[in-house]
């Protein structure tokens, strides 16, 4: 069973037009936040919502908590229905989200903690117990009985995975938890999710637009554009799909002062930038058009030329690219894609 089945989940919300709106029979303008969204999330997947502020990821993850209704479509939380079973889905959800604005600044961790666990109806044993395993989790039991006030941004933002840790949740949903927090407590966040929560086997759907954190998080993730599905799959296929050119990076020695031209005459060889030489040895990078058919044939000019191969290295493409590039997808990258495994959604 899957974890998440979205099934043409839409949603729209009508455009504020001042005082405009007060005319009778005025025909509304739409913000489609989410358009026509399929997607299957496994159990247990750390799976990631990629795309610039207002390309639908709160949104839909609202829908998929019970909090905003769709339009159109529906969704299932482990085979319930997100209209139909509510309650069911409640259980078996929680948000995190930046910014958390739910805590009583007055209250200490560990009161805010309390009354979250009343909320979920947890037993004053359970309560303890499990507020108790959590701030040792997360490394704030000597800080539990400071005012909630009193905690930094990153701290905060620890206990708000502690407070949607609280009912067991099966899956966590967590929206740009590393907004506001400094390099070293945003990488203290991301290890955490990493490693105590989606390695406790829950499954986790983060939605961010920080690219370098979907990249080192998520087993796979979707990039969003305007409420539609750009492009679906792992970092590796997504990059197999859109890295149309590859770079190579090359040590050499012994090597002659026509061996450049030659390189560069390379059917494939789209570019030939030699780096620097240190020592005797030059480095060079590459821009190929396909690794499989054109580097065999570089390394074959160099050793008949008489030099000498020292490294070489393949230099994968910065997600940033990756991203930029599926939001201005073609149909024969969909083809690329489909026979990779993956999938590409075109708006």
Not at 104 to 125: D, I, M
Not at 150 to 166: A, D, H
Not at 221 to 238: C, F, N, P, W, Y
Request: with cysteine.
């Amino acid at each position: 069973m899957k974890a998440i089945r979205t099934i043409n989940l839409i949603k729209k919300f009508s455009r504020s037009a001042g005082y405009r709106d007060l005319v009778p029979f005025r025909e509304k303008q739409w913000v489609i936040a989410t358009d026509s969204v399929n997607l299957d999330i496994e159990d247990g997947e750390f799976f990631g919502l990629l795309g610039h502020n207002g390309a639908g990821k709160t949104t839909l993850v609202k829908q998929l908590c019970c909090l905003v209704r769709p339009n159109s479509g529906t969704a299932q939380i482990f085979g319930h229905d997100i209209l139909k079973e509510e309650p069911e889905v409640k259980k078996l959800v929680a948000l995190v989200s930046a910014e958390e604005r739910s805590f009583y600044w007055r209250l200490t961790g560990r009161e805010n903690l309390e009354f979250h666990a009343a909320l979920y109806h947890l037993s004053r044993q359970q309560t303890k117990k499990r507020i108790d395993e959590l701030l040792n989790l997360v490394g704030l039991a000597d800080k539990a009985d400071i005012r909630f006030q009193n905690y930094s941004t990153g701290m905060r933002q620890k206990l708000s995975i502690v407070r949607g840790l609280l009912s067991e949740p099966r899956i966590l949903f967590v929206d740009e938890p590393t907004r506001s927090l400094d390099p070293i407590s945003a990488q203290a966040v991301r290890h955490f999710l990493k490693e105590k929560v989606a390695g406790a086997g829950k499954t986790v759907v983060l939605a961010t637009h920080n690219l370098n954190e979907a990249e080192q998080l998520c087993d796979r993730l979707v990039i969003m554009d305007h409420g539609r599905i750009k492009a679906l799959g792992s970092v590796k296929e997504l990059r197999s799909l859109f890295q149309t050119q590859e770079k190579c990076a090359l040590q050499i020695k012994h090597f002659s002062d026509n061996l450049l031209p030659q390189l560069s005459g390379i059917d494939g060889v789209i570019e030939c930038s030699p780096a620097d030489k240190i020592n005797g040895v030059l480095n060079i990078e590459l821009m190929i058009s396909n690794r499989a058919l054109v580097l065999p044939r570089v390394l074959e000019t160099i050793i008949n030329s008489g030099a000498e191969v020292c490294d070489c290295q393949l230099i994968e493409a910065p997600l940033d690219e990756i991203f930029v590039q599926a939001l201005h997808g073609n149909r024969t990258q969909e083809v690329k894609l489909n026979e990779c495994g993956g999938s590409l959604y075109q708006a």
